[in-house]
């Protein structure tokens, strides 16, 4: 954090938890951009989204690499090279960002149907979830057959075992069904379990890696897989306009971002980590486990004697108060408020939230 720039949004916030995203790039990172060697990436030509291409397929252990404008694309242009003989079906978790949050894309730009699933453990898909959603077979023409199955990790901000992946990639290969990973946070499952990016990759065709959440970057994702998909994807990627001159300053933050933000994740995690230990002690329920860099904080509170009561205007206080000390939240997700930490969010920010959360459980 040596080179980190001072933050402020333009409301005058000084800490933002809605999202990852809400990163600014850091003085080293800028400084990298300005003097990243240039060409026409169209052309293949670019030497900074060529490196960063290759430092991406090998750090997932695959042939090769795409750079791409956002995660959503990584993955619809994914869904679209791996759905090749429409109708198709693809099965995902209900929850996953495909389904919910890129804009019905998979029926838009690949005919795809979606089939999203609510997995039995109610965290994550195992292999027994996707086993009794496979359709093998168009059965007379009335199915449409299973083209792809469509992981999510980390799956906001929890954590997808590896051998759940394993079992479905075992499944996934016994049909010859291939497997993508939106690894958007990957880097984060990979910090936190010691799990390498490759390990992970190794369950999937292909997988998206997200340069514009934690890694701070301001723009940027890359898709990996074999040379022959990537060919695919970026025949795909240029029809949809994705085509990008030079790009090499962008990629140029996102080989930063490998080098020098990635190895600081383990830093935003503890702070999480304690956050989140906090607000338990306090009464705060979590929906779900904070094993990375975000914190669901369900809508009611512990009670005394173990029970919860509905506390509506608990997030609405928190969120007032927090505002109040120039910190940001308010992303209400499924009902829970989500805090959410990445680099630029330091050990003063979680003090104030946790002195201010007190301060509203106590009153
Ligand atoms: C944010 C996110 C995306 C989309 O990323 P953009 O770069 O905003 O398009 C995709 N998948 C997951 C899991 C995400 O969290």
């Given at each position: 954090m040596e080179d980190t720039v001072e933050i402020k949004t333009e409301a005058g916030h000084n800490w933002d938890l809605r999202s990852d995203t809400m990163t600014k790039p850091t003085a080293g990172m800028l400084s990298a951009m300005v003097n990243a060697p240039l060409g026409d990436s169209v052309f293949g030509?670019?030497?900074?989204?060529?490196?960063?291409?290759?430092?991406?397929?090998?750090?997932?252990?695959?042939?090769?690499?795409?750079?791409?404008?956002?995660?959503?694309?990584?993955?619809?242009?994914?869904?679209?090279?791996h759905l090749l003989n429409p109708?198709?079906?693809?099965?995902?978790?209900?929850?996953?960002?495909?389904?919910?949050?890129?804009s019905g894309g998979a029926s838009m730009h690949s005919q795809a149907m979606m089939i999203p699933v609510t997995p039995a453990n109610s965290v994550n898909l195992t292999a027994a979830d996707v086993q009794k959603h496979l359709i093998l077979d168009n059965f007379m023409g009335i199915k449409a057959p299973t083209g792809l199955i469509a992981l999510e990790n980390t799956f906001h901000g929890t954590i997808m075992p590896l051998e759940d992946m394993e079992d479905i990639a075992a499944l996934a290969r016994e049909h010859e069904i291939p497997v993508h990973i939106d690894g958007s946070r990957l880097w984060n499952a990979s910090v936190a379990t010691g799990i390498s990016l490759a390990e992970y990759s190794r369950n999937a065709d292909s997988v998206?890696?997200?340069?514009?959440?934690?890694?701070?970057?301001?723009?940027?994702?890359?898709?990996?897989?074999?040379?022959?998909?990537?060919?695919k994807a970026r025949h795909m990627c240029k029809a949809f306009g994705g085509g990008w001159h030079q790009a090499g300053i962008l990629a140029a933050a996102g080989l930063f971002a490998i080098d020098h933000i990635w190895p600081?994740?383990?830093?935003?995690?503890?702070?999480?980590?304690?956050l989140a230990d906090e607000l338990v002690a306090m009464g705060f329920d979590l929906i779900a486990p904070a094993d990375t860099n975000m914190i669901l904080l369900a809508e009611h509170k512990q009670n005394e004697d173990g029970g919860s009561s509905a506390s509506e205007k608990l997030h609405v206080q928190l969120t007032d108060a927090l505002k109040a000390k120039g910190v940001i939240v308010g992303a209400v997700y499924q009902g829970c408020l989500r805090l959410v930490l990445h680099h630029q969010i330091d050990a003063q920010c979680v003090n104030i939230v946790i002195a201010t959360a007190k301060r509203i459980m106590h009153s």
């Open positions: 030509e670019d030497p900074t989204v060529n490196k960063l291409e290759r430092r991406a397929a090998e750090l997932c252990g695959k042939d090769a690499a795409l750079f791409c404008v956002s995660s959503t694309m990584c993955n619809q242009l994914a869904i679209r090279c109708p198709q079906s693809l099965i995902c978790h209900l929850r996953s960002h495909v389904y919910e949050y890129e998206n890696l997200c340069l514009s959440k934690g890694m701070g970057c301001p723009v940027g994702a890359v898709l990996v897989g074999s040379t022959k998909f990537i060919n600081t994740m383990k830093e935003s995690h503890a702070l999480t980590r304690r």
